[in-house]
C-alpha cells in the first residue's frame, strides 16, 4: 500500500511538473489581450499601450488592448477576475483597484480573485479647470468652488477611478462639496473640459501635460509632494495651502487568480524588460512620469502596495463619509 501511494504521489507530480513546464514552454501560443477598465485614449490607456507594444516583442505574441470603461473601472476588473487563469485575459489599471471593495457595496467580483503580476508607473496629478475659469491659483479656485454652493462641475471617471479619489481628498480639503460628473474615462472628461462644459478636473500628468503646454486647459497644481520636472513652475497642493495632500496614479498589471505561477513570472520578466525600453522611457517621460524599478514589477511589490493602499484609502473613504454605492 505504502509503494502504490508513492507511486501515486510520484505521477502526481510528474503531472504537475510537466503541466507548468508545458505551461512555461509555450505561452504565449497566441495574442494575450490587457483590459483597460477605462476609454481609449486617457491616461490608463496611454500606459497600457506603450507597455503592451514592448511587451509583445518580448513575448512574441501580439499584447492587444481591450478597453471597458464603467463603475470607475470595477467592471473591467471584474471581468479578468472571470477570465479563464491561462494568462490571456490580464488586468491594466491602478490605485482605483484597491479602493473599490470600499466604494462599492457589491461588486462585480471579490478582490481577492486578482492575482499579481507587477507595478508599472506611479503616474503625478494636476489639479486643472477649463481655460476661461475665473481662477489663476490654487486659492481663487477654492474661492470659485465656495462661490458655487456645490454646483462647481468636477469631471470623473466614475466612483473609485483615481480621478475620483483625489475629487473626495480636495473636497475634504478644502471643506467644500463638488459637483463630481462621470464618464468611462478621463480621456472623454478631457474632451468637455476643453469644451468648457465643465470647470474642474483631477487627472494625470499623462493625459494633461500636452492640453496645459498648448493652453487648452489651465493648471493650477500638482498632487505630488514635491513639483515635477516637466512641469517646474507648477506649485503643489501642499505648496497652496492644502498640507498633507498627496495621491498618484500608480499603475500595475493583475491576471485572474489561479494563473501557473510559471506565468506570472513570464508576464513579470516582459514587464521588466518593457519598463527598461528606451521607447517606454522616454514616451513616459514625455508624459511628466516614468517607469517603476525592475525590483517593483514582480507579484510581491504590488501585494505589499496592495495592501498599504487598501489601508490608507478605506480610513480616508470612511472619514470624508464616502458610503458604498
Ligand atoms: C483613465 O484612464 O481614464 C483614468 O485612469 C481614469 C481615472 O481617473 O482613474
Known amino acids: 500500500m505504502k509503494r502504490l501511494l508513492s507511486g501515486v504521489a510520484a505521477l502526481l507530480m510528474a503531472g504537475l511538473t510537466a503541466n507548468s ?115 489663476q491659483k490654487v486659492a481663487e479656485v477654492i474661492s470659485f468652488i465656495k462661490a458655487q454652493n456645490g454646483a462647481a462641475t468636477f469631471g470623473t471617471a466614475g466612483v473609485g477611478a483615481v480621478s475620483h479619489l483625489c475629487g473626495i481628498l480636495l473636497q475634504q480639503a478644502i471643506g467644500a462639496k463638488l459637483t463630481t460628473v462621470p464618464y468611462k474615462g478621463t480621456g472623454p472628461a478631457m474632451t468637455d473640459l476643453i469644451g468648457k462644459r465643465i470647470d474642474l478636473m483631477c487627472d494625470q500628468t499623462t493625459n494633461t501635460v500636452n492640453q496645459i503646454k498648448v493652453k487648452e486647459i489651465r493648471v493650477y497644481a500638482m498632487t505630488t509632494p514635491k513639483r515635477i520636472g516637466i512641469l517646474p513652475e507648477v506649485p503643489t497642493l501642499q505648496e497652496s495651502g492644502l498640507g498633507g495632500f498627496e495621491v498618484t496614479a500608480w ?39 516614468s517607469p517603476v524599478p525592475a525590483e517593483l514589477a514582480v507579484p510581491a511589490a504590488l501585494d505589499q502596495r496592495f495592501q498599504s493602499e487598501i489601508a490608507r484609502w478605506s480610513k480616508l473613504i470612511a472619514e470624508a463619509g464616502e458610503v458604498a454605492k
Open 251 to 289: 499603475h500595475a498589471l493583475w491576471a485572474p487568480k489561479g494563473t501557473p505561477e510559471a506565468i506570472r513570472q513570464t508576464l513579470s520578466l516582459a514587464l521588466q524588460k518593457a519598463l527598461a525600453d528606451p521607447v517606454v522611457i522616454s514616451r513616459f517621460a514625455d508624459l511628466g512620469t
Open 21 to 135: 513546464a508545458m505551461a512555461q514552454k509555450v505561452y504565449p501560443e497566441r495574442p494575450v489581450t490587457i483590459v483597460v477598465p477605462a476609454a481609449a485614449g486617457g491616461p490608463s490607456d496611454t500606459v497600457a499601450r506603450l507597455v503592451a507594444d514592448s511587451m509583445s516583442k518580448t513575448l512574441g505574441q501580439q499584447v492587444v488592448i481591450e478597453n471597458m470603461g464603467g463603475a470607475g473601472g470595477s467592471l473591467g476588473a471584474g471581468k479578468v477576475a472571470k477570465a479563464e487563469p491561462d494568462g490571456y485575459t490580464l488586468l491594466l489599471y491602478h490605485i482605483g483597484v484597491a479602493t473599490f471593495g470600499a466604494l462599492y457595496s457589491s461588486l462585480p467580483y471579490k478582490p481577492a480573485e486578482l492575482s499579481s503580476v507587477g507595478l508599472i508607473t506611479d503616474v503625478p496629478m494636476t489639479l486643472v479647470g477649463r481655460s476661461d475659469l475665473p481662477a
